[in-house]
């Protein structure tokens, strides 16, 4: 508290929208930054969404957050990346995000379900061409993957720059999903001979296994020994 | 062999064309039918996109596999799935499905990569309105979450029918893409003192949670345990 100046309070949550409120299942719907946030750092594959001769594409692709901005990477010759760039008036993308976290197994067929955590990012993507957020963003996509993981590895060279292209994708028309909880079937239904119930997907990490040509005496560091 | 005529052979692979051939890593591509049928099995949850208003979607979603041809299903409300229908020409869709095997730690931040498959599917989604086609899309759905579920739970209702919009989409064009293997770090990077090699993750299922009001007696499928 050195200043006199308070900070303008930053909005916690996405703001709901046409475009973000679901058609179905609202009251699974969140906006809140937070729980956004935390769902798209469990991952770093998303599935990217464009617009292609009218015709939609969806590919996966790593990407990385830093802030209330996402970003995707990929050769030059890729497709959606060749789609955007500085004279274009950006690309527009659906980019989405989604951890299954369980199978709900109910006594009818209707309420099978999953539980699941989603985040979809409506927007228009710009071509990233500063130098200095490229290589934030290239960072934020390395961190992406294991956390503290860029500080870890030789930053990009300029040949490799040279053969990247970045997206950039601001956090606004945000929405997340979840379902959690167990089985809901028809009253009716709870004395059918079927087994219901809720089948957890296991998740996380197996042992890493080291590159045979790893230089000698290189151990494990501890931010993948703590994964 | 007990006829004169010889059935017609089915051909093995999808065809390659401009819309299914990756302008990047054409090598990790796979045209093969058992290979882009084997990775479509191992999920039930695809990334469905569309394109509203001139801007894409993409939703996770439940779907099945019967043959050639994969359902989707959901609410009759729900926006994919109102925008299909008899009158219509039918709904341009890209359905994704991908696993991330392992994450690829290189020594270089620009090496860094997953180990994947996925598979993408172009085409036109229309409606399913045959109540048969429609039933046995359903238990495909069902089966896709676990095989052989369907016996084992209620089949739809009238009601439930009526509620449920179902989609379909023909295995036309269509192309897998698969990364597998280690680190591919450039030969100058060998002795640089990174950690470097595979991180797989998991995979598989927890034990199963049986709902508390189980009917008393309901024991665990053995196509659960097998799980």
Redesign the interface.
């Known amino acids: 508290m050195q200043g006199t100046q308070q900070p303008t309070p930053q909005p916690t949550a996405y703001p709901a929208t046409d475009r973000t409120v679901p058609?179905?299942s609202a009251d699974r719907a969140s906006y809140d930054k937070e729980i956004v946030h935390a769902i798209l750092d469990e991952a770093?594959?998303c599935?990217?969404?464009?617009?292609r001769d009218?015709?939609?594409?969806?590919?996966?692709t790593?990407f990385g957050r830093v802030g209330e901005r996402l970003y995707v990477h990929?050769?030059t010759?890729?497709?959606p990346l060749?789609m955007t760039g500085q004279a274009d008036p950006g690309l527009?993308?659906?980019?989405?995000v989604?951890h299954?976290d369980a199978?709900i197994?109910?006594?009818?067929?209707?309420h099978?379900?999953?539980n699941?955590r989603?985040v979809?990012v409506?927007g228009t993507a710009y071509d990233v061409t500063d130098p200095q957020e490229k290589f934030l963003a290239?960072?934020a996509?390395?961190d992406q993957?294991?956390a503290g993981?860029?500080k870890?590895?030789?930053?990009?060279?300029k040949k490799?720059l040279a053969a990247?292209a970045v997206i950039r994708l601001d956090l606004d028309a945000v929405s997340a999903k979840i379902r959690t909880g167990?089985?809901n079937?028809e009253p009716e239904?709870?004395?059918?001979?079927?087994?219901?119930?809720?089948?957890?997907?296991?998740?996380?990490?197996?042992?890493?296994?080291?590159?045979?040509?790893?230089?000698p005496g290189?151990?494990?560091?501890d931010y993948?020994r703590a994964?």
Do not use: I, Q
């Open positions: 058609t179905r770093c594959v599935h990217l969404g464009f617009v009218g015709a939609p594409v969806v590919l996966p790593l990929g050769s010759g890729s497709r060749r527009p993308v659906c980019l989405t989604t299954v199978l197994l109910a006594r009818s067929g209707f099978h379900s999953m699941y989603s979809v409506h290239l960072d996509l390395v993957v294991v993981r860029s870890d590895s030789r930053p990009a060279n490799e990247t167990g089985v079937d239904d709870l004395d059918l001979p079927h087994w219901a119930g809720v089948v957890p997907l296991r998740k996380g990490y197996e042992t890493p296994v080291a590159d045979p040509l790893l230089a290189t151990e494990l560091p993948l994964l």
